[in-house]
């Protein structure tokens, strides 16, 4: 089992910034992945950001280049930094870990951004 936990959301102002940090605990491997996923009033959760074990990342377009999602291996722990932030970034941000060996996927509790305009 692992356990997800974030934080940093919050509300801010068009433009501004934020950092989130979600923290790993339990059974984890060395071949994984771990990303972002927001999920707007009334819409779908969608794919913010992910970085694998061996740091590749992937970004969904409307965040690229205000994003930028990094690890701490040592720590088990991944952050997501936003930049520019607009009110369409509003959303609940929720942490996943995706362990590749068993296959299984384990998501946090989500965090609430909320950007005003």
């Known amino acids: 089992q692992v356990q997800l936990v974030e934080s940093g959301g919050g509300l801010v102002q068009t433009g501004g910034s934020l950092r989130l940090t979600c923290a790993a605990s339990?059974?984890?491997?060395?071949?994984?992945?771990m990303g972002w996923y927001r999920q707007a009033p009334g819409k779908d959760r969608e794919l913010v950001s992910t970085?694998?074990?061996?740091?590749?990342?992937n970004y969904a377009d409307s965040v690229k280049g205000r994003f930028t999602i990094s690890r701490d291996g040592a720590k088990n722990a991944v952050y997501l930094q936003m930049n520019s932030l607009k009110p369409d970034d509003t959303g609940v941000y929720y942490c996943n870990y995706f362990d590749s060996i068993i296959s299984r996927l384990y998501w946090g509790q989500g965090t609430q951004v909320t950007v005003s305009s």
């Open positions: 970085i694998t074990s061996g740091g590749r990342t």
């Open positions: 339990g059974t984890i491997t060395s071949m994984n992945s």
